[in-house]
């Protein structure tokens, strides 16, 4: 499917890489979404490079590659970069579909981890960079998830099945996040569970309190009550 994606837009898509993302940007349009609420690609400090060294424009298939992992990691609220080890095709097919089925519509591609780092060279993402070293691969979501922490936590379960992974990082929305962060970071309790705590911290305060008048009476009641017995 990839590489059908890639020959459609190889015969399309002049060979540049503006007009490549231009491209993408139009599929994105047409396919419904708006294209204002979407950044097309990731803000850069220097333009990226378009020739090589030796000064020869960069193939099509880099091109489609840079504006590809370009856009996953602009529109992915939430990303978690994964190295893979002697993954056979049937493994990696049964990882996406579980990764699919269990964690919310997760995607899964695996990427030139060169690539990424040119993507990622010069971006606010730059750290990240690092984490890209050898056989790579990111999990990814569409904007139709929901609730993106209790997402990624499914996917971590669903991954630590799979003997021939190692999560390394992870980016959620412009936070970067290591291993140890990532998994401390989605046991974090959502909207809904942070709301209860903060409404039982504000009640208990007025509660003790209510608690305290209601005693005073009573203990004033037994105080008049034992002076009044007195001889």
């Not at 708006?34 to 298939?61: D, G, I, M, Q």
């Amino acid at each position: 499917m990839f590489a059908r994606t890639f020959r459609t837009a190889q015969r399309a898509a002049p060979c540049s890489l503006q007009a490549a993302v231009f491209s993408r940007a139009q599929t994105t349009v047409a396919s419904g979404v708006a294209a204002e609420s979407l950044p097309l690609r990731l803000e850069r400090s220097k333009p990226p490079k378009t020739h090589t060294t030796y000064n020869k424009p960069f193939t099509a298939r880099k091109q489609f590659l840079f504006s590809e992992y370009d856009k996953q990691i602009t529109q992915a609220q939430g990303m978690i970069i994964v190295q893979h080890y002697n993954l056979s095709g049937s493994e990696l097919m049964d990882l996406r579909r579980s990764l699919k089925q269990q964690a919310m519509g997760a995607q899964m591609m695996v990427v030139r981890a060169k690539m990424v780092r040119a993507v990622l060279r010069d971006t606010k993402y730059t750290n990240l960079a690092s984490l890209f070293t050898g056989p790579n691969a990111i999990v990814f979501w569409n904007s139709g998830c929901k609730d993106q922490l209790a997402a990624m936590k499914l996917a971590l379960g669903c991954m630590a099945k799979q003997k021939k992974l190692l999560v390394v990082g992870a980016k959620y929305q412009d936070i970067l996040l290591n291993s140890e962060m990532l998994k401390e970071f989605v046991n974090l309790p959502n909207i809904d569970q942070l709301r209860a705590q903060l409404v039982g911290l504000m009640e208990t305060p007025a509660r003790q309190l209510a608690s305290v008048l209601s005693r005073v009476p009573q203990s004033l009641v037994g105080v008049i009550k034992q002076m009044s017995e007195k001889p």
